[in-house]
């Protein structure tokens, strides 16, 4: 009798519909993907960007760490000395092929100088992968925007760091 109701109300529709009506005035948990971006969270790993100083002079001082410690070989550093100052270094050219980067962060951590940092950036798509690969001017556009916040100068940070600087000629030599 009881499974002869059940045919002739069907209450496996109705269950159904009691539970479609039941998530259909709950509120939604999408996104609405253009309009509605997700928080990542903090240690997400994205776009790699150059950095800078407070005052605009870049950090990196061509060292080539990242290029070592890159597993995929994506970034390649063309250093160069300051003229006249032989102690003092920069990255002349930088190179990224974000093809075939893994996004392990691995550069950033070897970059002694912080020179290098990973941004919330998640939307490459592009027709045309030779856009992707990206030179220093664009590696310290993406680095602008995306830390507009800027560390100071080590010799704004620590006064001390001139005085052991021995590329400046105004500093007497150490009697030997």
Known sequence: MKAFLEL?????ILVGLKETFKHLFTPSITLQYPHEKRNLPNGYRGMLSLLRYSDGVEKCVGCDLCEAACPSRVITVVSAEVPGEPTKRYAKEFFMDMTRC???GLC???CPVDALGMTKEYEWAVY???S???????????GDRAFPERERPVQDQYHN???FNIGLPQIPQKPS
């Open 8 to 12: 002739v109300t069907f209450s496996e």
């Open 102 to 104: 893994i996004f392990c």
């Open 108 to 110: 950033v951590e070897a």
């Open 128 to 130: 045309d992968k030779r």
């Open 132 to 142: 992707l690969h990206l030179n220093k001017e664009q590696l310290l556009e993406i």
């Open 161 to 163: 760091v001139a005085t």
